[in-house]
C-alpha cells in the first residue's frame, strides 16, 4: 500500500471510483447469498460446478434429470475429488487426500430439490456478476499504472484471488461441504474484502496533504491489529459453531429447532463469550477514537458506524440463541461480521494513512 510520491497529483474518474464501490458492495452482497445457502441447506443444491446438473440453466424439476443422476453426479464428484487428492499429495498431504477419498458420506448424493438448487444458482449468478466487476476494476486500472502502481496491483490482486476462490469453491461442492474447506473459503472470503477495501480506500482518498498528529497513534494502530484479529478468529469459530449447528439440525430435525443450540458443543460457548472480548476492545477504540476526535473526525464517525455494527452483530446472535436460530438471522449475521471486518480494516487504513509521522508525503489523488 505504500505509494511512491508522484511528480504531479492525477485524477481518478468518477466511473472508476464508481465501479470500485459497486464491486465492493457487491462482495458484501455475495457474502449475504452464501449465508442464505448456508442458512437454508442449499450448498449442495447444485453437484457439479460450474454448471448446476451439467445445465447453465438449472432444471424445476425431477423428471428433467435421467433415473440415475445421483449415482452420476456421485461419480462426476468422485472422479474429481481423485484430482484434488492429487494435488494435495504433490503438497504433502496424501493422508488428507486418502481420507477424502476413503470417507463414504463425501459420496452420497443428495436427491434433488428444486428450491435448494434454485438458491445455490442464484448464488453463482452473483459470483459470477462479482468476478466480472473485478475483471473491470482490472481493466479499468491499468490506465493509472504509472501514476499509482497499486491500484493496478490491488485490482489484479483481487482477480487472482477470486479465481482461486471459485476453485476453492468447486472443490467444496466435490468434497460435500467438507467442513475445513469451507472454513478456508470463509477466510479468503475475507482477505478478498480487505484487498477490495484497500482499493476502495486508495481510489477514494482525498488530495489534502494536511497531517494529523495524535499523541496515541501508536496505541490506535495496535488495538484496530488486535480488533482485526479477534474479528477474524470470531468469523472463523463462527463457521466451526455452523458446522456443528449442521450436524445437530440433521440429526434433531427442523421440528426441533428450539433444541439445536442445547446439542452444540464448547465452540459455541467459546464464540458466544468471544463476542464479550470483542465488544470490550471496540468499546476502547472508541474511547481513544473520541479523545481525538477533533482533530479526526472523519475516522471518528466511521468509528461509531463500526460500533453500531458491533452491536448489532451480538443482537443478531442473541437472536439465534434465544428465538431458535430463524434462518434469516443466520445470513444477517454473517455479513454484519464481514462487514465489521471491512470498517476495521478501512479505518486502519485511515489512521496509518493519514496521521501521525507514518506519511512524509501524501500520495495526491484528486
Known amino acids: 500500500m505504500r505509494n511512491q510520491t508522484p511528480n504531479k497529483s492525477f485524477k481518478i474518474s468518477s466511473y472508476y471510483r464508481n465501479l470500485v464501490t459497486v464491486t465492493v458492495v457487491a462482495v458484501y452482497l455475495l457474502i449475504l447469498a452464501g449465508g442464505i445457502v448456508r442458512s437454508t441447506g442449499s450448498g449442495m443444491g447444485c453437484p457439479d460446478w460450474p454448471k448446476c446438473f451439467g445445465q447453465w440453466i438449472p432444471p424445476t424439476s425431477v423428471e428433467e434429470l435421467p433415473d440415475d443422476y445421483q449415482n452420476f453426479y456421485a461419480e462426476y464428484r468422485h472422479q474429481k475429488n481423485i484430482k484434488f487428492a492429487k494435488y ?8 488428507i487426500g486418502k481420507a477424502i477419498l476413503e470417507d463414504e458420506s463425501i459420496k452420497e448424493e443428495a436427491a434433488f ?18 468476478g466480472f466487476l473485478i ?25 487472482v484471488l477470486v479465481l482461486i476462490q471459485g476453485w476453492i469453491g468447486s472443490v467444496v461442492v466435490s468434497t460435500n461441504l ?8 470463509m477466510m479468503l472470503a475475507m482477505v478478498i474484502l480487505a484487498v477490495l477495501t484497500a482499493l476502495y480506500f486508495v481510489v477514494h482518498r482525498k488530495s489534502d ?34 458446522e456443528s449447528l449442521d450436524i445437530v439440525a440433521s440429526r434433531l430435525g427442523d421440528a426441533l429447532r428450539g433444541s439445536w443450540i442445547e446439542g452444540l458443543g464448547i465452540e459455541f460457548y467459546i464464540h458466544r463469550s468471544f463476542s464479550i472480548a470483542i465488544a470490550i476492545i471496540h468499546i476502547y477504540l472508541l474511547f481513544i477514537l473520541y479523545k481525538a476526535k477533533d482533530e479526526l473526525k472523519i475516522i471518528f464517525r466511521n468509528g461509531k458506524i463500526l460500533m453500531s455494527l458491533i ?43 493519514t496521521t501521525g509521522k507514518t506519511i512524509k508525503k501524501e500520495y495526491a489523488i484528486s
Open 88 to 95: 494435495l499429495d504433490v503438497f504433502g498431504y496424501s493422508e
Open 178 to 185: 467438507l467442513s475445513w474447506l469451507i472454513t478456508i473459503h
Open 113 to 130: 430439490n428444486a428450491s435448494k438448487t434454485w438458491t445455490e444458482y442464484v448464488n453463482r449468478l452473483l459470483g459470477a456478476v462479482v
Open 135 to 159: 475483471l473491470l476494476c482490472v481493466i479499468g486500472s491499468v490506465k493509472y499504472v504509472k501514476q499509482s502502481k497499486p491500484i493496478f496491483i490491488l485490482a489484479f490482486s483481487s482477480l
Open 209 to 242: 496533504k494536511k497531517q494529523f498528529e495524535i499523541q496515541e497513534q501508536k496505541k490506535l494502530t495496535f488495538v484496530l491489529v488486535a480488533a482485526m484479529l479477534l474479528i477474524f478468529v470470531q468469523i472463523i469459530l463462527g463457521t466451526q459453531v455452523r
Open 311 to 353: 452491536i448489532l452483530e451480538i443482537l443478531s446472535g442473541t437472536i439465534m440463541a434465544y428465538f431458535a436460530i430463524p434462518f434469516w438471522a443466520q445470513p444477517i449475521h454473517l455479513v454484519l461480521g464481514s462487514m465489521i471486518f471491512g470498517a476495521q480494516f478501512y479505518i486502519f487504513l485511515q489512521v496509518v494513512y
